[in-house]
T-cell receptor, first 112, second 114 residues
Framework: GDSVTQMEGPVTLSEEAFLTINCTYT??????LFWYVQYPGEGLQLLLK?????DKGSNKGFEATYRKETTSFHLEKGSVQVSDSAVYFC???????????FGSGTRLLVRP | DTGVSQDPRHKITKRGQNVTFRCDPI?????LYWYRQTLGQGPEFLTY????????KSRLLSDRFSAERPKGSFSTLEIQRTEQGDSAMYLC????????????FGPGTRLTVL
């Protein structure tokens, strides 16, 4: 079945470091891809999305490009801040299904 | 605040008791979803409503679980005869539907079964 695999965390970085969180997917068709973020004590928030191959989603300095050839949607940010510390979830959605399928999440800790 | 709201935010119950959670979606959203999230895992789909019709249920949703959306607005999720394995965060989301189904999540209800 359809699935999402994320790199395991925690990822610990110093402020202003470059961030990459890997995400790959398995799907029978052409899904839409999402990154959600969950700050401590809060609900999931949509961070960015991409709906077709080669689309780049971006928001708040974060970017991810939908790569069909490698079935990937890696999250990147050029300079992280302490306030970016959170859990990041990659997810996919198919036209034929109602549900989002999530990866297991990657915890990011940014140190001052 | 016009986001998705859930009530209660926390619930502690004893094994065998029944619990009910409520979700109020964004007002113009006709689609509503329930997910369950356990510690260290991503959310897992439980069930989906389009207006008042429950269109899909996960096999995770055992016979002890029931969900309703009686007037196509708020929804309730009831768990009967709770078990310790039911301890989790229960998340509600809503969306407008359409080609790209962007779902907006509530803060969740954390259930602890003692």
């Amino acid at each position: 079945g359809d699935s999402v695999t994320q790199m395991e965390g925690p990822v610990t970085l110093s402020e202003e470091a470059f961030l990459t969180i890997n995400c790959t997917y398995t799907a029978t068709g052409y899904p839409s891809l999402f990154w959600y973020v969950q700050y401590p004590g809060e609900g999931l928030q949509l961070l960015l999305k991409a709906t077709k191959a080669d689309d780049k989603g971006s928001n708040k300095g974060f970017e991810a490009t939908y790569r069909k050839e490698t079935t990937s949607f890696h999250l990147e940010k050029g300079s992280v801040q302490v306030s970016d510390s959170a859990v990041y979830f990659c997810a996919l959605w198919m036209d034929s299904s109602y549900k989002l399928i999530f990866g297991s999440g990657t915890r990011l800790l940014v140190r001052p | 605040d016009t986001g998705v709201s859930q009530d209660p935010r926390h619930k502690i119950t004893k094994r065998g008791q029944n619990v009910t959670f409520r979700c109020d979606p964004i007002s113009e959203h006709n689609r509503l979803y329930w997910y369950r999230q356990t510690l260290g895992q991503g959310p897992e789909f439980l069930t989906y409503f389009q207006n008042e019709a429950q269109l899909e249920k996960s096999r995770l949703l055992s016979d002890r679980f029931s969900a309703e959306r009686p007037k196509g607005s708020f929804s309730t999720l009831e768990i009967q005869r709770t078990e310790q394995g039911d301890s989790a965060m229960y998340l509600c989301a809503s969306s407008l539907g359409g080609r790209v189904n962007e779902q907006f999540f509530g803060p969740g209800t954390r259930l602890t079964v003692l």
